[in-house]
Structures are given as structure tokens and as C-alpha cells.
């Protein structure tokens, strides 16, 4: 059975029998179900009874479900309510607008609103520029989707994607001191998402657009590109991309290899992969393969779609054919952005000696870590539970602050890969191990060290 996780945490409010070992029975129950628990508070003791609150951590809600059972099981014992931790995080949304001046006078109100703010407005109208200066695109992103394309769960619609964008505002305003709101569209059409976006554009310093699928992703983000004058970026693609690179920059250093010398494979050539390889390209990489369904691309196939066609012609340069197990054949760096379960240890075992392994399908890694680790030099994941967590939180909030911070126009290539540089840089020397070659999300150093990295980098190219 997969691991307990705090995502599917239950809180029992559970009526047993008044017996000195009720409790202790009762935490054996929860366990021999297979769930972890967290804690077990008293809230009632009468003659015949208590009421206990029982917090646990579960892998889903079928196991939720079968823990209950188990508990029913003992008896006299009856579960009278059950609370999910997490709906009840998502109560209401979880962020709101706060003021940050003062409005308790009538002198308040005349400065913030009329008459005071008529003259903000005629100095903005007279340069649009001071909209930076004087409103909230200061510091302010669109979260940016359709829906149609939301973590592992697919087109579920813009109502049910607002909870992962409201998470994503959250994280921007923890992480990077930068204000977030989520724009969830309803509709699919690319023209119609590009027309909308430039129609909102004033209000913010940049576009983070999110889980909106392949290929249209593509398109929309090169058009907002070229006809914003704000950076556009997508999170999915480039965050992804980042964090991959500062981490095999890393890795490669644990292991003392280069990146232009080691051979490299990827498993899933789409909006990430795609991304992906472009990125290791840009720093240096020489020998990458992107596997898809159909197995490698290369020179030698020639694909429909233009994204996959770029990577076929540029990729791959000894022209290697064959699935994803075939090539995996003593490469150096395995990368898996694609789906759950498709290598075993033994492929791992046919990689060079020293190998790396990225499996950052989620929540199914591409190949079991415990078995990857077993001929792997250093192995990463897209999972809070193993070592070397790889998570876009770990970019996207110190990047957007860095933009923002600069005033910048757009976005490009080398400047998500000075923030990689940057990221990477937040592990020491002495802090570098198999286990820890990317920082932790909660490291406080991480969004300044990629901030101050991409102002540095903007300053340069503007002077």
C-alpha cells in the first residue's frame, strides 16, 4: 500500500466503550489498517463511554473509508463524524484582498479613493509606465488557465481547477512576497484565451500561465510572448524545466560529471520534456534522446507536430532507435516526465555506473524509487516522501519577485537558466550529497538567491 500523506488527513470523532485500554485499542485498530496516527485528544468521559478525536493520515478516501470499518469493527465502538482536514483548508478559498494603508478617516478615504486618486490617475494617463509605480501591477501575477489540464487529474473544467490556482497564489505569496489571483477561463479556444489575456494584461506585471494542455500551451504562451509588453511565462514548461536543471547541475557535481559529455534520456516529450531539453541544450547538454509513446525521436523520424519535430531534428545526435528501455542503455541521466510505473530496477541496472534518475511523474514515479536507488548513484523524484524533491515551487515565486522587482518586459531562455544557476548555488560544497542536491522548499534562501539572480541578470543585458 502507497504511504500515508497529510493531503488525505481525517480527524474521527469516535464514541468507545469506557475501558482503561480503549484508546490504546482503538490506535491499534487505525494502525493495523495501514494509516499513521497523528493524534488522539479526549473530549468527553462518561459513566459508560468516552468521546475521543482521532487524527490520522491516509493514502485515499476508499482507505479512509476502510479505516472507519476497522475502527466500527471493535466493540461498542461507532464513529459519529468524520472531518477532512484538507476540505476544511479549502473552506472559503484560501486567500482574500487586504488592505495595506489605513481606512479610518474621511482623510483615508480621500487620499485612497475620490477625491485624492483622481490625480494618480491623470499622471498614469499621461504615462502609462506609472502603473508600476502607483497600482498593484507592482507586484502583482495572473494565474493563468483553462483547466484543461490540471495535475494528474486532466480537463476538469475552470471551477475545479480554482483550488490549485488559489494553492498556486498561496505559494507565490509565501514563498516570494509577491501578490497572485487566479483567472480560471471558461473557454478552450486559443484565440479566445490570447484575447482575453491581453485584455487583462494592464492589471498585472506578469502572466503565470498553468495546467493548460499540449500543444495549445505552446502557442499561447509564444503570442502573449510576443504581444505583451509584461513577461509571460509557463509554469508547467519553464518552472519544471529550472528545477530539473539545478538539480542534475547538482547531481553531475555529486557524481563528477560534465554536462556535455554525459548521455541523457527523457521520457515524455510534452510541454515539460519539451522544456526540458531545451534547457539542458541552452547549458551545454550535447547527447539527449526524447522518448515519447512511439520511442525515440531523432533525425530519423520525422513528427507531425512542430514542437516534437523541432526536438526530433535537434536531438539525439548519434541517431539512436528504439523504445525508451533500448536507449536507456548505458545512458548517464535518466529524466521521466511522462507516466507511472514503466521502468523497473533492472532497466536502471543497464545505465552507465554512476547513474542519475529523475522519475517526476506524479504521484507514480516512472520507476519505483526504492529500486532506482538500488543501481542508481542519485535518484529524485516529484514526491515530498523520498529524497531530492523536484517541485516548481522551488522557482517560480523568487523568479516572478526578481521580474517584478526589475520592472521586466519579458522573459527568455537565459534567464530561466541564470535562475537554475542560482537555485542550484543554494546548496554549499559542504551541503552537496546524493540525498540533498536541491534545497528544500521551506529553505528561506531560495527565492532571494533567484531573485537577486535574475535582476542581476536583467541589469546586465539592459546595460
Known sequence: MPTPSPSYTVTMRIRVPSHPRATQHLVEAVADAGALVTGIDMVESVENSLTVLLTCDCVNTPHVNEVRHRIEMMVGTKVLEVSDATLEAHNGG??????????????????????????????????????????????????VTDGTAVLGLGD?????????????????????????????????????????????????????????????????????????????????????????????????????KK??????????????????????????????????????????????NPHRNWLAQNTNPRGVEGSLKDVLKDADVFIGVSSGNILTGDDIATMADDAIVFAMANPTPEVDPVDASRHAAIVATGRSDYPNQINNVLVFPGLFKGMLKAGANSIDDEMLRAAAVALANVVSDEQRNANYIIPGVFDARIADSVSQAVVTFLKEHQD
Not at 204 to 213: P, T, V
Not at 271 to 287: E, Q, V, Y
Open 259 to 304: 554536462i556535455e559529455d554525459v548521455r541523457i534520456v527523457v521520457s515524455g516529450v510534452g510541454a515539460a520534456g519539451s522544456a526540458i531539453i531545451r534547457l539542458l541544450k541552452l547549458h551545454g547538454a550535447t547527447d539527449v534522446i526524447g522518448c515519447g509513446r512511439n520511442g525515440a525521436l531523432g533525425p530519423f523520424r520525422e513528427e507531425a
Open 156 to 256: 476538469i473544467g475552470p471551477e475545479a481547477a480554482l483550488p490549485v490556482m488559489e494553492g498556486k497564489a498561496a505559494l507565490f505569496k509565501k514563498f516570494g512576497e509577491v501578490d497572485a489571483w487566479p483567472v480560471c477561463l471558461d473557454t478552450k479556444d486559443t484565440e479566445e484565451i490570447i484575447s482575453i489575456v491581453k485584455a487583462i494584461a494592464p492589471v498585472y506585471g506578469g502572466i503565470n500561465l498553468e495546467d493548460i494542455s499540449a500543444p495549445r500551451c505552446f502557442e499561447i504562451e509564444e503570442r502573449l510572448r510576443e504581444e505583451l509588453d509584461i513577461p509571460v511565462f509557463h509554469d508547467d514548461q519553464h518552472g519544471t524545466a529550472i528545477v530539473t536543471l539545478a538539480a542534475l547541475i547538482n547531481a553531475l557535481r555529486v557524481v563528477d
Open 94 to 143: 484560501k486567500i482574500s484582498v487586504s488592505l495595506k494603508n489605513p481606512l479610518r478617516t474621511r482623510q483615508d478615504l480621500a487620499r485612497v479613493y475620490t477625491p485624492g486618486v483622481a490625480r494618480v490617475c491623470t499622471k498614469i494617463a499621461r504615462d502609462k509606465e506609472l502603473a508600476r509605480q502607483y497600482t498593484i501591477k507592482r507586484n502583482t501575477v495572473a494565474v
